[in-house]
Structures are given as C-alpha cells and as structure tokens.
C-alpha cells in the first residue's frame, strides 16, 4: 500500500476550539481500552488458529519429506576472515615491535593511573565550581524561565479566522487522521495535530452534533472561538475504513486515545480477522459475502453523509451493500436506527442527504445505479441506471431537484429526480453529461456560494472547474470548462470547496499531500464568475504564487505554479 490521502475534510471558521486540549483517561476509557485489547488478542488467536489448520491441511495434502542433507557440525565451520584479521594485526604488531616504533606510546602503563600533576583542560581548569541543573527553573542563573506549557498553549492555538482541514492519509503503511490550519488571510497552511487510526480511512464526514462517549460531563466543554461550548455544538470528524465500525473523533481534542463514539459492534463482525489466502499454488476461492445485519455493517464503510437540519442523523454506505441509518443521541448499543438492504447489488460507494429535503436521501452503487428515496417509505424510490460505477454524488444547492453523479469512466451526469422512474427498466434521460476527465473522476463538489460553478477531479491528475449555465426555465443550458490544472497530487481522490471562501478549493491524492487552490487568481475564472463573484458580496484577491498553497513544513519544493494550468 503507497502512501496516499483519500478524502478531505473542512471545518468552518469560528467552530474549533480556540486552545484545543488533551482529554485524560478516565475509569470509562480505561476499561474501553481493555476491552479493544481483550477484542484483539482473541482476534489474533483466531488468526493464529486458522493459519495452523491451513498449514496442516497443506501438508497432508503435499506429505511430508525427510531433508536428505544431514546438518553438519557447526564447530567444523571456520571464518576465515576473522582468522586474516588476526594475522594481519599480529603481523603489523610485530613488525611495530622489531622497528622500535611502539614504545614512544608507552602501551605498557596505558592503564595505570598516573602520579603526575592533573592535565589541563585549556581555560576550563578549575571545574570544581561548576554545577548541572537537569531544569533551568533550579538555576539560579537563570532569570529568564520558560513556561513549556504556555509556548505549547500558544502554538496549538487556533483562531476564529481559521479554518481547520482534516485528510484522511496513509503514510508508511500508517492510518492516520492530519489536522491543519488554514489562515486565508496570510495564505498560511500548516500542520496542527495527528492521530492514529487502527484501520485504513476511507471516507470522512464533518458534524458538530454534541456525540460525547460514556463518562464524558459536561464539565469538559470547551470554548469554541465563537463562545459556543461544546455542550450546545461539537465538532467532530465521523470517519469509514476498511473495517465495518465508524468511528468519531473530537476535533478539539489533540491526543485522543478513544473514540467518542463508534457505530458498530466489533465483537459481532470480527471483519478485521483475516482468513488464510492460500499457498498461491491453487487458484483462489472469491472471499464470501458476509451476511448483512440489520444493526451494524459487516463490511468497510465507504460513505458518509451528515444531516445538517435534523442533526443527529448520520447515514452510511458500505461494501457490504447496505445502506443504514445512525441516530447519534441514541444509545449505541442499540445500533443502526434503520437499515436498507434492497437498494442495491453491490457495493454502495456515495450517500447524500438532500439539503433541502431532509428525509430523502441520495445514494450511488457500483451496480451501476443512483437511487433516490424518502428514508419513511424507501420502498417508493426512483432511480437510474448509469454507464459505469458510481464515484461520487452531490445535490445541486442550487436546485432541490437536481444531482450530480461522476462515474468510473470519466464521465458527470446530471439529473432531475422528478423525471427518474420507480422501475429501473424504463428509461432514464439525464439533464446533460460531461466528459469531465480521461480516467475515473473520483471527486465532484458543487460549490455552495456561487451558482453553476462545479469543481471535478480524477485519476488523471486533474483538478478542473466547470460553469454550468441555463438552469432557468425556458434558457438553454450551456456547460464549459473555466480552468483545469494538475497540482502535483498524482491521482486526485477528493476535491472540496471552501465553506467561508467562495473560490477556494481543497484536495488531495495519491501522493499524499494537501493543497489549496485559490480559482479567483485564474484568468478564465474571474471572467466567468467575476459578476456572481461580486453579488456574493467578495471581492478577488490576488495570490503569491499562482494561488496554490501547500503545507508550510513541506519537506518537498514548493510546486512551480505555473506548471499544469489550462
């Protein structure tokens, strides 16, 4: 597994904590944490136990052959170059001895202490007076005190003016979650914080429902640089891997050993114990799917969508081609709220909640369909079949009924869900199609403060900006392509815009690494959005650099801004 950052998170200015801190363990987390490691090592006996059964299985099938060399007696092998070693210095020795040369060294009395006068030590003779202080705050001396504490608080420290990004990476074979800072005024991004994770991330998703974990009071709220405590709105990142839980994260907290909360029952699925691949010689069995539940997924989580208006609701897309679910003020022992499991025939890559409509729920699958659904009665669904597996989905904010979908073969759809059918045998005309990339075009984000302005990215290293004209009745719909440029991500898996700055845009790809894209700087762009610019009320800025910001610390060069642009 390379190195690589699948998905990209924002978080709004003013909702972080402005001095995030570090949670202690309580009772509760200690007693979670024994109960993951009780989790694991009978994980790791069964993977044990279901290896030796594999190997004595393979050797009955094989028999079992006596090895016709004899082992032979160490004590007969002789390393002869330590024995060159020790003749060449002995030689050389001796050949010091016969010339007289070795006794100017006096090897004799090397080791005994000498009588004589104390040697020097240049200006530093009398060290007698010197005295080591392990701290400075016990040096007398020392009158100017470092407060490590205070210089920690000031570093960590985030501003109302920042906006926080999380990158779901895999760095060294490592998950990991990335947290930066982005101060757009200075067109500053820099690192913030990490935590490991104990599975590779697959999908990220954004909420500031209060989720707090057993044994978490209120008395731990912290201040967001808004003055709202985290007993009113939390900030938190929810988070799908290969396994089948998903896990939430606080954002505000900088060493996080637990979950606040997990999705799913760990014991039920033991999905993170893997079964014996074989010898190689044979050719594989396809792996078994794993028989759905109706209370957690069986399989990874590659999808997540929040519900910003009824705000507890979390839904889910898995590999284990169910749909579910999550009601976060419940407790979590019950499990998923509500489970569809004959939306799709394969793995459902993209979920979204309508903006709009906040009990019809979007979703995409690599069977090579889009359904639409009211999560009351999911039996009177419309749908489409599409040309390809689906990437990824988004509802047009400008437009309840519109939605875009981005497809393995490089292709955006557009559709109205008023005009999809309920029976999947019927045609299904799409509004109008974009050949957007050469490869899969794996990201797609529609941007929420300027109408008809599309951003898409995919396998061929491109991150492009489409205008989509005509969306009112009677005109003529005209579609694009404003700008396209490769920032030097390698293949690009995420692509989102800012939610404060109208033409900003994050993403990331397989070469892990984050970079932020300012579109206002490109000429084609203040051409074309320069008025819908000017009626949100913002004015173009001008950028050093080509309006690309990387990672401050980044050990690599900065990237050449000219380089990829269209």
Known sequence: MGDLISSVAWVKRGLSARHPSKQPLNDADVERIKEIAHIELEDARTELERANA??????????????????????????????????????????????????????????????????????????????????????????????????????NEVLPTDNMLVTAIVEQNVPQLHFFVYDESTEHLGPHHDLLLSSMPLCLEWLDYPVSSTGRSNDDAMETGDGFSSSQFGNYIAIGTMDPEIEIFSVDLLESVYPDAVL?????????????????????????????????????????????????????????????????????????????????????????????????????????????????????????????????????????????????????????????????????PARFTIAAHDGAACALDVNPHIRGCLATAGTDKMVKIWNVQGDEAGEKRQVSLVAGRDLGLGEVFSTVWSPDDPLTLAAAGSKAKLQIWDVGTNFGARKVFGARFAEAGRAIKERKGGGVISVADDEEDDYDSDEGEE
């Open 264 to 428: 799913g029952d760990p014991k039920a699925t033991a999905a993170h114990v893997p079964e014996p691949a074989g010898t190689g010689k044979k050719k594989r069995k396809k792996a078994k799917h794993r028989v759905a539940s109706e209370k957690y997924h069986v399989d990874a989580v590659l999808t997540l969508s929040w519900n910003r208006t009824v705000r507890q609701m979390l839904a889910s897309g898995s590999a284990d081609r169910t749909v579910k679910l999550w009601d976060l003020s419940r407790d979590r022992k019950e499990g998923a709220l509500r489970s569809f499991e004959k939306l799709h025939k394969d793995k459902v890559q993209a979920v979204q909640w309508n903006p709009a409509e906040p009990t019809v729920l979007l979703s995409g699958s690599y069977d090579r369909t889009v359904r639409v659904f009211d999560t009351r009665a999911p039996d009177a669904d419309v749908g489409a079949i599409v040309g390809a597996d689906v990437e990824a989905i988004r509802w047009d904010p400008w437009d309840n009924h519109s939605f875009y979908v981005s497809l393995e073969n490089g292709m955006v759809v557009n559709f109205d869900a008023r005009t999809l059918p309920s029976d999947l045998t019927q045609p299904s």
């Open 54 to 155: 594999a190997a004595q299985s393979m050797s009955q099938r094989n028999g079992s052959g006596d090895d016709s060399d004899d082992d032979e007696d160490d004590s007969a092998w002789v390393d002869e170059d330590d024995e060159a070693m020790d003749e060449d210095a002995t030689g050389e020795l001796t050949t010091l001895k016969r010339n007289g040369d070795i006794s100017k060294y006096d090897l004799d009395t090397y080791d005994e202490e000498g009588d004589g006068p104390a040697s020097t030590f240049g200006p530093f003779t009398n060290i007698k007076g010197l005295q080591f202080y392990h701290n400075n705050d016990d040096d007398p001396y020392v009158t100017l005190k470092e407060d490590d504490d205070e210089l920690e608080r000031e570093e």
